[in-house]
């Protein structure tokens, strides 16, 4: 069922330990938007390893070094069948709060975490799943506004589903 609360809780503890030892730049106070192409997998009941294509649209808003805030909505196109059930995304979104690590130089890596909701059909029959969503990624900042970001999210984590999300995108800090 992925990561348990004290795997989490180590997480978190862990980054921040390592954060305190490094010294970075603070970027307090700004906000960013950005996209993503998302590459979705989707277990849940009879399916499994469904995969569909997708976008993310996200923005948030620096509030420490170590912490942003994040909210994010997002899309699979098209749809994929797994044993003749016909699998589509029809949206998903989440808040989250992103630890990062305040290393020098140009490659910067995240954990997140917060909540997630998605909704699929099934062969038309919508399902709808939310709960726990975490992951982690790297971002690269290109110069001081622009930035790349490759990243791993378990969107939905429950006794039912299993929905994942690996994803290529861009960001522009204001």
């Not at 590459?39 to 923005?59: E, H, P």
């Not at 699998?87 to 490659?107: A, K, Q, R, S, W």
């Amino acid at each position: 069922m992925g990561m348990d609360r004290a795997g989490l809780i180590a997480l978190a503890v862990t980054s921040v330990i390592f954060s305190s030892c490094a010294q970075a730049q603070t970027y307090e106070g700004h906000f960013y938007g950005g996209a993503q192409y998302s590459y979705m997998t989707v277990d849940r009941g009879a399916v499994n390893n469904a995969r569909l294509n997708g976008y993310t649209l996200r923005g948030g808003a620096v509030l420490h070094q170590l912490f942003s805030v994040e909210v994010r909505a997002g899309q699979a196109l098209g749809d994929d069948s797994y044993r003749d059930i016909k699998v589509e995304n029809d949206f998903y979104y989440g808040g989250y709060l992103l630890m990062t690590l305040p290393l020098e130089g140009p490659v910067t890596p995240y954990g997140i975490g917060g909540y997630g909701y998605v909704e699929n059909d099934f062969n038309g029959n919508t399902q709808r799943d939310d709960g726990a969503s975490y992951g982690f990624g790297f971002d690269y900042a290109a110069d001081s506004h622009l930035g790349l970001n490759l990243e791993y999210l378990r969107l939905a984590d429950n006794d039912y589903t299993q929905q994942e999300l690996i994803s290529l995108g861009v960001t522009y800090h204001f």
